[in-house]
């Protein structure tokens, strides 16, 4: 008990220090708009107990969408203490108390993802985010799952990195893994993994709760080889082989393997070399 409120101190105390500083910096357009959520998200992340090892890193190459699976908000912490990050979000996290603040602070891009036809005004406010410079992040599959698994891509959103590109343009596709792996330094199994993960009806205030009380988890973000997109590229094509290197990295890591990696980050030689599958341009 003593650890939690510790804890919910620390990040009270830094959420008011920050909060003001990243409104004024969003407002203004100032560089610490990008830093200051980084290093929020870096104390939240030790106040939980979460320790990241990080296979690979992101991409240099803009405009860059990175694609990750997705298992719990923690995802949120564990990506934004690596490198700093625009997430596409959910819009019912628009609403959350607090949550929903942190968000739109971060410059978080919300999607109703039932309103098909809201895809387009969302594509274009995500290239405008990676025009800009920053690696917007992508979860995939539209929802959280158990952490066990990969669930399947969904490719509507991927046509948001066409719309970043000029007319011959070309711009990258990153696969990102999430693996929670170990609790108090203790393999978690299947069964475990929930402790991390927060998905369908979890309640959210009492898996936050949970995890400031197990703390002490470790997770693994793997970094694949970006897959270069030029404007015709299949988005449907590029979301299956983005979902199997997600797969494959996530699996490794689940098991304590390293991936296999591919040598090169040329479009061609490197998804064939990662997938087995070449990317094909769709037909104009």
């Known amino acids: 008990m003593i650890r939690v409120t510790f804890a919910l101190l620390v990040m009270a105390v830094v959420s008011l220090i920050g909060i003001p500083l ?16 980084w290093l929020f998200h870096n104390i939240c992340r030790r106040m939980f107990g979460v320790r990241v090892s990080v296979r690979g890193a ?6 860059l969408l990175l694609v990750s699976n997705h298992c719990s908000w923690l ?12 997430f596409v979000a959910k819009s019912e996290i628009e609403r959350w108390p607090l949550f ?7 410059r978080s891009i919300f999607v109703n993802r039932s309103r ?28 959280a799952s158990d952490g066990n ?44 993994r929930p402790v991390a993960a927060c ?15 197990e703390g002490a988890i470790d997770v693994t973000v793997s970094f694949g080889v970006p897959l270069e997109v030029e404007p015709a590229t299949d988005r449907k094509q590029l979301a299956r082989l983005t ?11 689940l098991a304590g393997r390293e991936p296999r990696r591919a040598a090169s980050a040329t479009l061609g030689d490197s998804v064939g070399e990662m997938t087995g599958v070449s990317l094909t341009a769709e037909s104009r």
């Open 58 to 63: 992101p991409a240099g190459e803009r405009p």
């Open 243 to 253: 979902e199997d290197a997600v797969r494959r990295m996530t699996s490794s890591a």
């Open 149 to 192: 698994l990969v669930l399947p891509f969904r490719s509507a959103l991927l046509g948001a990195l066409k719309e970043a590109l000029d007319q011959g343009g070309r711009g990258y596709v990153q696969p990102v893994s999430i693996a929670y792996t170990r609790l108090q330094g203790i393999p978690m199994g299947r069964q475990h």
């Open 22 to 37: 990243q409104w004024i910096s969003v407002r203004l357009g100032l560089p610490s708009r990008r830093w200051i959520p």
């Open 199 to 213: 998905y369908g009806e979890t309640n959210l205030v009492r898996h936050l709760k949970r995890v400031l009380q």
């Open 75 to 86: 995802d949120i912490i564990v990506l934004s203490s690596i490198a700093p990050l625009v």
């Open 116 to 143: 098909r036809q809201e895809t387009g005004a969302v594509n274009q406010l995500i290239a405008s985010r990676m025009s800009e410079g920053d690696p917007v992040v992508l979860f995939g599959e539209g929802t």
């Open 100 to 106: 929903g603040l942190f968000a739109k602070l971060q």
